[in-house]
């Protein structure tokens, strides 16, 4: 031991050159996407910025917990009451929605607010890539919550029922309608958010902004609905931001709603929406001179 | 290392930059002029953050427009505004900043711990930047900008707001970056003493033009003109110069004769002897970068030093780097 002491030496390693490889913007679209999820998530970020993204996810998980702890310690405190896949949809609606307002704020108000878009558009990168790894960060972490908890209530389903092929079998539809809907809602939601976060450097204003926009979207569609009454009024509830997916999850899972408007024509809107959303983002940022 | 031709950028009623010509050699170039001269601008064209309106920019041989990204990755750039997210860690960010220049997720962070253990914030790496003073964000900067090792550096204005202190700190940094990693640097500065003490070569902008370039001592030393001081009147001496058809100065007892070669000394020699006037100092005009710099900013008819220091400046930036921009 006294010998590698005696031995030892502190070396000035100094700068040392890189010659190794410099790897796309393949890796860097990856890059910014991770630090998208870690960054809405509060990870390497101090604890009040982890409180409310995890709360909402966990609550995103609870009715599928919930019911599958009940299924297997209390059978019988359900009997054959199940709630179905497109009604935890549709209470966790909120969830999803609040989420997105959250998040894609905190993801692109701040870069912009800060001037930290400078030092990203140096790099390597497009402002495509930028604006689309923030999105995709989003979008896999409302995946991650209107997705994995229903695949996971499937599956334990599955085994819980008396066979379970049996059950793989009869229920392969609810299966691809689960994948459906989770997805729609996951871009639909993050697409609004998204955009709205895109107008203001301001993460409140975001976020009030957006949650007001559906909140008022549903208000004034439900008064057009009530007190304005021709042949094919009902459609003015396509007005409605918040009602869309749960149309459109429900028309999946073949589960009436009122008003009785064409599910395909709601995805449609949905699918035209997204569309409108994602191209203001681009405008927005193709116009930033930083 | 850096070449632009013609190159010009106009924001509706501004023209930004006109007409640059550039060859900027490796080593650190100081990017001289006022506020609104055109350099962060300049920076931005050479960057492809900006499409110019007319001419083009080539950085180590890369197009900056047309070769944007291949040439970003081996450019680093310390932009004059803070532009720094305040609640990251910045061993985070600098790793973060390496990563989206292609640097493997392993490498990035060696290099970002590394890195910032070169700018003096070893120490502080995990603690987030909002709480850092203005010396230590300004590290981190430069920080982001080396950490994938650039072969070109561009620093806007990278002592603004620093104590002096912390100024003389980020200039001895920047020297070890040009003159012991061998990094080129393009250093954009409104202070003269700043660019005067790290830079070898200077570029001069003013209202978007490039008033002079080349060598930083070349342009302050090679002037086209003598000073010589009299005891007594330098009126008669200066007129029995100009009888022998040399353009002369007077500026108090000094006179700036013109030089075009060793004969202007015999020429004074013969004049002093002809007027009877007592010399107590002849010597070649040596030009502080202040001269060239006040010369380069004003169009005004020739005045005293100030035009000496004009017409220096034209022969030695033509002389120098690429010649002067008509």
């Known amino acids: 031991m006294s010998e590698q002491v005696a031995g030892a030496r502190i070396i000035d390693r100094g700068y040392q050159h890189y010659d190794g490889a410099r790897l796309g913007l393949t890796h860097a679209t990856r890059v910014m996407t991770w630090a998208a999820i870690k960054r809405a998530l509060g990870i390497r970020r101090p604890f009040r910025h982890k409180i409310l993204p995890w709360l909402l996810l966990l609550v995103s998980f609870g009715p599928a917990a919930f019911l599958l702890a009940f299924r297997v310690f209390v059978p019988a405190a359900l009997g054959n009451n199940l709630p179905s896949y497109d009604s935890i949809y549709n209470r966790l609606t909120a969830v999803y929605l609040l989420f997105a307002g959250l998040a894609a704020p905190d993801l692109l108000c701040a870069d912009r607010r800060e001037r930290v878009l400078s030092l990203y558009f140096a790099a390597p990168i497009t402002r495509l890539r930028y604006v689309a790894s923030q999105y995709a960060g989003l979008v896999c972490l409302l995946l991650l919550m209107t997705l994995v908890p229903m695949l996971v209530l499937f599956a334990g389903n599955a085994l819980l029922a008396n066979s379970a092929w049996d059950y793989l079998r009869q229920h392969t539809d609810d299966l691809w309608h689960i994948m459906l809907s989770g997805a729609l809602t996951a871009v639909y939601f993050s697409a609004l958010a998204v955009a709205v976060a895109s107008f203001t450097d301001r993460r409140a204003y975001a976020t009030g902004t957006y949650v007001g926009l559906l909140l008022v979207s549903g208000v004034v569609s439900a008064i057009l609905v009530r007190i304005v009454h021709f042949s094919g009024s009902e459609w003015l509830a396509l007005i409605n931001l918040v009602f869309l997916p749960v149309r459109v999850i429900r028309g999946l899972f073949d589960v009436p709603a009122e008003p009785a408007l064409n599910p395909w024509a709601c995805a449609g809107v949905m699918l035209g929406l997204i569309a409108v959303s994602l191209s203001l983002l681009v405008w927005r940022y193709a116009r930033i001179r930083d | 290392m850096v070449q632009t031709t013609d190159l010009s950028k106009r924001f509706e009623r501004v023209q930004a930059l006109d007409g640059a010509t550039l060859s900027v050699p490796p080593g650190c170039t100081g990017l001289l002029g006022p506020n609104g001269a055109g350099k962060s601008t300049l920076i931005k064209l050479l960057l492809g953050l900006l499409t110019p309106d007319r001419g083009e920019a080539r950085v180590e041989g890369f197009d900056s427009t047309r070769q944007a990204l291949a040439m970003r990755a ?38 970002a711990s590394d890195t910032l253990f070169h700018v003096g914030l070893g120490e502080e790496r995990y603690r987030a930047i909002g709480g850092f003073s203005t010396g230590m964000k300004q590290r981190v900067k430069l920080a982001q900008a080396l950490v994938h090792d650039p072969r070109v550096m561009f620093l806007d204005e990278p002592t603004n707001g620093l104590d002096p202190a912390g100024r ?159």
């Open chain 2, 74 to 111: 081996i450019v680093g750039y310390m932009p004059e505004h803070e532009s720094l997210p305040s609640d990251w860690m910045a061993q985070d960010f600098v790793r973060y900043m390496a990563e989206l220049h292609g640097l493997p997720s392993r490498v990035a962070i060696q290099r």
């Open chain 2, 168 to 326: 003389d700190e980020m200039l001895v940094l920047i020297d070890r970056i040009a003159h012991e990693m061998g990094i080129n640097v393009i250093l954009s500065s409104h202070l003269l003493a700043d660019v005067e003490r790290v830079a070898d070569h200077v570029v001069i902008l003013s209202t978007g033009r490039v008033v002079a370039q080349g060598a930083l001592r070349a342009l302050m030393t090679a002037t086209p003109a003598v000073t010589v001081r009299t005891q007594d009147g330098a009126l008669p001496l200066a007129e029995a110069l100009r009888r022998r058809g040399y353009t002369v100065q007077i500026e108090g007892q000094e006179l700036h004769v013109e030089y075009e070669s060793d004969d202007v000394y015999d020429a004074i020699r013969d004049a002093a002897v002809e007027t009877d006037a007592a010399l107590v100092h002849l010597k070649r005009r040596v030009l502080t970068l202040e001269d060239i710099y006040l010369a380069g900013q004003d169009d005004s008819p020739p005045n005293g030093a100030r035009d000496g220091a004009g017409r220096a400046v034209a022969a030695a930036g033509a002389s120098g780097a690429g010649g002067q921009e008509p």
